[in-house]
């Protein structure tokens, strides 16, 4: 079957949940500088202002799937695009430091909530055929997200706001978010969902409208799948025989935080400023690093099913590795500041096409169906909670020593390699079902 404009468009309005996913997690960048002169925060504090929203997408994240099941992926998205205007407009409007990490808590909400319910309904919507690269959109709109919010920063930066700039750069997010809002009633329920429920009708007829060539075949292979899955459904997921399973989630979701990427792309104005850069070309040299990790986001997701998820992750460790390691360089000699830029854009680069690409195809891919829900969310916790705890802590180390953090990231990163080479399994072209049996848990 073709992809007809019904099925695009619905995929690309709940991609839009990626894009605000993105832009708040990463428009806090460049804010720091400025909540820290408003509020007088010290590093701690600072970490707390940042990892408020990270705690959030951590409470997000793990309760999606309740109103998801309950009352539809496409109504709990709505629910999550009405958290993200409240917390855009809340940063904005903020009385007090109490007030600001709150709102940023509501927000952290919405981007939990949305990175579980926003790939989920584009994967039961899409057509077998497709689902790869249009679950993959999802991701894409994340990292055009990080994009847009360091060119918003950059834009805003020369827009003459004062000490209400930092304001205008959190609270600008509303409007996409309401655009968000409004375009999700112009798109259908999940057809899985409704079959689900048993509205079989109404599913049959989404599968028509976004060109499924056999609906009555395939709302019948839905109808099966999941009377199938009912007799497994309470089935737990920590046994013996997913122990691999489990640590190839737990450490995935670890190592992806532990190269040190989201507490590089929170304080990356800060890092900048560290080296001498000044405001605006720190924002500008922001812009070059995020539309770099969307490059080359682009390149890995287009070669992935080519080269394989361990060889993107084990070309991803060395490249990495070596780049932060000169990083560390850079900031313990206060020698070749002119480097920073580039060691950086080529650590992102490593980071796109590796750990990045992979995560989020690799966690859906080494549990069996029956716990795979479970196995992703345990996954995906895990990212969030280390996200939160480094970016907490890392203003903190950096504050005593700019080289420190970014040492430990790159043994991390020398640390991930040898585990990914001894442990970590090729899925590249294997049915879900023979790599059940290759893992030993069939």
Not at 137 to 162: D, E, K, P, R, T
Not at 177 to 198: E, H, V
Not at 415 to 430: H, I, N, R
Request: charge should be positive; include cysteine; charged fraction near 15%.
């Amino acid at each position: 079957m073709k992809i007809n404009s019904y099925l695009l468009r619905s995929t690309g309005v709940a991609a839009l949940g990626g894009l605000l996913f993105g832009f708040d997690t990463a428009v806090i960048a460049g804010a720091t500088h400025a909540l820290t002169d408003a509020y007088q925060l010290s590093p701690a504090a600072l970490g707390l202002t940042v990892a408020s929203a990270l705690w959030g997408t951590i409470l997000g994240a793990l309760f999606a799937g309740i109103p998801g099941d309950r009352y539809g992926r496409r109504d709990s998205l709505r629910v999550m695009a009405i958290l993200y205007v409240i917390s855009a407009l809340g940063c904005a409007f903020a009385w007090d430091w109490y007030s600001l990490v709150f709102f940023r808590l509501i927000g952290g909400l919405g981007i939990g909530g949305s990175s579980v319910l926003g790939p989920m309904y584009i994967a039961e919507i899409a057509p077998a055929k497709w689902r790869g690269r249009l679950v993959g959109f999802f991701q894409f709109n994340v990292v055009a997200g990080i994009l847009l919010a360091y060119l918003s920063n950059y834009l805003m930066g020369l827009g003459g706001f004062g000490a209400a700039e930092w304001r205008w750069k959190l609270g600008v997010s509303a409007a996409p978010a309401i655009l968000f809002f409004l375009l999700l009633f112009g798109i259908p329920r999940s057809p899985r969902w409704l079959a689900k429920k048993g509205r079989t009708a109404e599913a049959r007829d989404v599968l028509l409208q976004i060109g499924e060539e056999n609906a009555e075949g395939e709302l019948q292979d839905i109808v099966a799948s999941i009377d199938a899955d009912h007799g497994h459904a309470d089935e737990p997921l920590f046994q013996r025989k997913y122990l691999l399973p489990i640590f190839l989630a737990v450490s995935i979701g670890m190592f992806n935080q532990l190269s040190g990427i989201n507490a590089i792309l929170y304080y990356l104005n800060d890092i900048f400023a560290k080296a001498g850069f000044s405001k605006v070309s720190g924002d500008l040299q922001a812009v070059a690093i995020g539309a770099t990790n969307l490059l080359f986001t682009m390149i890995a997701m287009s070669v992935i099913d080519k080269l394989g998820r361990r060889t993107l992750l084990l070309v991803g460790a060395v490249g990495t590795a070596i780049c932060l390691a000169g990083v560390a360089f850079i900031f313990s000699t206060a020698q070749h500041e002119d480097w920073l830029v580039w060691l950086l854009v080529g650590y992102i680069a490593f980071f796109a096409f590796s750990q990045g690409a992979v995560i989020w195809v690799y966690l859906g891919e080494v549990f069996p169906n029956r716990v795979r829900a479970k196995g992703q969310s345990l996954g995906s916790t895990t990212h969030w909670v280390m996200n939160a705890a480094i970016s907490g802590v890392f203003p903190i180390l950096a504050k005593r020593s700019g080289a420190v953090p970014f040492m430990f990231f790159s043994a991390m990163m020398v640390v991930q390699f040898f585990v990914v080479l001894s442990l970590y399994p090729e899925t590249k072209g294997v049915s879900l079902e023979e790599l059940q049996k290759k893992l030993g848990i069939a």
